[in-house]
């Protein structure tokens, strides 16, 4: 399974865009990559996935580069919110039953 | 109506006890998980259900035995708890195993081994 590699924080002014970026070099052709947050003592949301195109929900918008290798998650207008830890995952194949593979994930602070 | 429920939030209990969690899902989904996430706030697949049946069980101890009624139900029965057992524990379902099905959480149970 490709590993991701995120930074451990970012900080946003309210109402910009929040801009997060994950590594997943080593990610496969048919793997997907999947964006999920957890609000403090939450259990985790999906925000949004996508394979090869960039995508875009009510929530955020993804943007995966030709190579496949990065991704940014987009947040289009920050609130406070939106404060939280993102995580970045490759989904693994239908075999694998499945499972989600969180690693540590980036903290965002979205400040007033 | 709350999509996936868990019961109970927090849960207080002495080593040695055995205790149970329960989950429900009313999306209609096939496929429910268990995870847990230590104090280090590390998120970590235990298993997976898909049908009722155990699809994934990631090398946990013998005292988790996950058990799934039907589909809407995932239990998770703990026997002889641990100090290490001590994390929040959430439940999950996704309509199918595939990688392109999100995941719903359920809102966490607490679990404090004293």
């Known amino acids: 399974d490709a590993k991701t590699t995120q930074p451990t924080s970012m900080d946003c002014a309210e109402g910009r865009a929040a801009n997060l970026p994950c590594n997943h070099s080593?990610?496969?052709?048919?793997?997907?990559v999947y964006w999920y947050r957890q609000i403090h003592s939450q259990g985790p949301q999906y925000i949004i996935h996508?394979?090869?195109n960039n995508e875009t929900n009510e929530m955020a918008s993804l943007i995966i580069t030709e190579d496949r290798k990065s991704s940014t998650l987009i947040l289009p207008h920050a609130t406070l919110r939106d404060t939280a830890v993102y995580y970045c995952?490759?989904?693994?194949?239908?075999?694998?039953?499945?499972?989600?593979?969180f690693g540590q994930g980036t903290e965002l602070s979205v400040k007033p | 109506d709350t999509a996936v429920s868990q019961t109970p939030k927090y849960l207080v209990t002495q080593m040695g006890n055995d205790k149970s969690i329960k989950c429900e899902q009313n999306?209609?989904?096939?496929?429910m998980y268990w995870y847990k996430q230590d104090s280090k706030k590390f998120l970590k697949i235990m298993f997976s259900?898909?049908?009722?049946?155990?699809?994934i069980n990631e090398t946990v101890p013998n005292r988790f035995s996950p058990k799934s009624p039907d589909k809407a139900h995932l239990n998770l029965h703990i026997n002889s708890l641990e100090l290490g057992d001590s994390a929040v524990y959430f439940c999950?379902?996704?309509?199918?195993?595939?990688?392109?099905?999100?995941?719903?959480f359920g809102p966490g149970t607490r679990l404090t081994v004293t």
């Open positions: 999950a379902s996704s309509q199918a195993q595939g990688p392109t099905y999100e995941q719903y």
């Open positions: 080593t990610i496969s052709g048919n793997e997907y």
């Open positions: 996508g394979l090869k």
């Open positions: 995952i490759v989904r693994l194949f239908y075999n694998q039953g499945g499972k989600l593979i």
């Open positions: 999306l209609g989904h096939d496929t």
């Open positions: 259900y898909n049908n009722k049946e155990l699809i």
